[in-house]
């Protein structure tokens, strides 16, 4: 199974300023079509997870320009350029390259 | 708009069965994969099972491979997830989702004496 790696677990933000979590993958997420297999997703206290990045760097429809993703092979990175109360949630990557999907930990982003 | 909407949660005893449905609708519901993900209690993600779009390939999480059979009824727009030999383990709010784009708002299984 592919092994996700989430640091850091927590992250303690002021309102305006910017954030970044690091997902790493035991395995490369770039399938032989070319495409990297690498999602993340925001879970709002009391709600089911919602997609915001797809293939790495794709944000999905109605997700803020504000969250940006970027990596590669086995090393990627989800950032929020200026953090908002609404962003307050635990933030989980996931590959979807292979079987058994897997997700990171989870990292935990509260507002200061 | 897409929307799934799980049902069939409930208190169970150990070794007991469930069965779970999640009702799809806003989209063709026999073009895409589903997956069935949960999450205990303060606890991460897991991934427990895939189905393909006519009902093969599916897949298992090792977790619940034997005891758990996905299942889906493209007519009725619907999937399916029967649990059997539950487990205090298997409690936890159980997701489908469309692929990995649109998540349900998920039931409560729970299982315990």
């Known amino acids: 199974d592919i092994v996700m790696t989430q640091t850091p677990l927590s992250l303690s933000v002021t309102p305006g300023q910017p954030a970044s979590i690091s997902c790493k993958s035991s395995q490369s997420l770039l399938h032989s079509d070319g495409r990297t297999y690498l999602c993340w997703y925001l879970q709002k206290p009391g709600q089911p997870p919602q997609l915001l990045i797809h293939e790495v760097s794709s944000r999905f429809s109605g997700v803020s320009d504000r969250f940006s993703g970027s990596g590669s092979g086995t090393d990627f990175t989800l950032k929020i350029s200026r953090v908002e109360a609404e962003d307050v949630g635990v933030y989980y990557c996931m590959q979807n390259i292979q079987i058994p999907r897997t997700f990171g930990q989870g990292t935990r982003v509260e507002i200061k | 708009e897409v929307q799934l909407v799980e049902s069939g949660g409930g208190l169970v005893q150990p070794g007991g069965s469930l069965r779970l449905s999640c009702a799809a609708s806003?989209?063709?519901?026999?073009?895409?994969?589903m997956n069935w993900v949960r999450q205990a209690p303060g606890k991460g993600l897991e991934w427990i099972s895939y189905?393909?779009?006519?009902?093969?390939?599916?897949y298992y999480a090792d977790s619940v491979k034997g005891r758990f059979t996905i299942s889906r009824d493209n007519a009725k727009s619907s999937l399916y997830l029967q649990m059997d030999s539950l487990r205090a383990e298997d409690t936890a709010v159980y997701y489908c989702a469309r692929g990995t784009f649109y998540w349900g708002q998920g039931t409560l299984v729970t299982v315990s004496s």
């Open positions: 806003g989209f063709t519901f026999s073009d895409f994969t």
């Open positions: 189905i393909g779009t006519s009902g093969s390939p599916i």
